[in-house]
């Protein structure tokens, strides 16, 4: 950024400001850290009149608010990106990363109807999001939320749901081989989940155990509490009902939520924990 500052190249510098905010936000960094920079930049943009990486940031922002609390989640779903074709003359990419939000908030707040409407228009803009490693997580998300609703949707739905999932899981692996401390964690939990909706139960356990050590050794917030918050509904759902181990991994995630800063996504997810400690046999 400093280089391309000096130099004069000020539309590169702030596409890589915009780039280092995403890339903080996926690898786990606290959220009002990444929050101030986002404010920063903003101001940076402004300044140089970059109108289309300002549009571009704008629902970015709401996600990283939405999960702080700062902004209610729903707001984010009013959000629609104008962007400038001269700076985006592939307009699949500016679309694909405004779905791929709210499909990641609708999901972190439990709202897996919309959160899969959303990864459906993710999925169906075409495969632009599929040759840059800054829609890893995103993808990984769409698949989350497909799997989501798989049980509760027809068995048509269900084969177009399975396809999906599996082609999210090719991306996210290619990117594994590239890199693996970026990646591995989600092609981990990806995997877990594929095992729950196909009644491999041991095969879920043991990739979800990958996919929490490894985030949490990388010190991926987010992916940690995610990857916490999954394992522990296996349990209660898809795992034997064990409540009791079910809890154990989600004060694991709840507290990784707290650590990354998401308190709005804490505080949801803490009366969904102590509901089920004061009752966990009739959860």
């Known amino acids: ?31 009002p850290s990444v929050a101030a920079d986002i404010q920063g930049i903003r101001q940076n943009l402004t300044a140089f009149n970059q109108k289309s990486l300002m549009n571009l940031q704008i629902p970015f922002l709401f996600t990283v608010k939405a999960l702080m609390g700062s902004m209610r989640f729903g707001e984010i779903e009013r959000t629609n990106g104008s962007f400038n074709e001269e700076d985006f003359p ?11 939000q709210k499909c990641m908030v609708a999901y972190y707040f439990k709202d897996y109807e919309k959160a899969a409407g959303h990864a459906s228009e ?15 997580s995103i993808a990984t998300f769409a698949a989350l939320s ?33 890199a693996p401390v970026y990646c591995l964690n989600k092609s981990y939990l990806l995997k877990a989940e594929l095992a729950v ?26 992916d ?5 918050e999954r394992a522990g509904r296996f349990m209660l759902e898809g795992g034997g009902k064990r409540p009791c181990a079910a809890i ?7 507290a990784a939520y707290r650590r990354w800063g998401a308190a709005a996504k804490a505080q949801q997810f803490e009366v969904e924990v102590e509901k089920l400690k004061q009752n966990p046999v009739g959860f």
């Open 122 to 136: 993710f999925l169906d803009i075409g495969d632009t999001p599929f040759k840059a490693i800054d829609f890893v």
């Open 90 to 100: 592939n307009q699949q990419y500016p679309v694909a990363w405004l779905a791929g």
């Open 224 to 228: 940690e509490a995610i990857a916490n």
């Open 197 to 222: 909706i196909l009644n491999k139960p041991y095969d879920a356990h043991g990739h979800y155990t990958s996919a929490i050590a490894l985030a949490a050794k990388d010190g991926r917030l987010g």
């Open 146 to 178: 497909l799997l989501a609703i798989y049980r509760r949707s027809s068995r048509r739905s269900r084969s177009d749901i399975l396809k999906k999932v599996r082609y999210c899981l090719k991306f996210v692996n290619k990117a594994a081989k590239h």
């Open 248 to 254: 154990g991994y989600f004060e694991e995630a709840l």
């Open 1 to 31: 950024i400093d280089v391309a500052m000096e130099t004069g190249d000020i539309e590169f510098a702030m596409l890589i400001s915009n780039l280092y905010c995403g890339s903080s936000f996926f690898s786990g960094r606290d959220l």
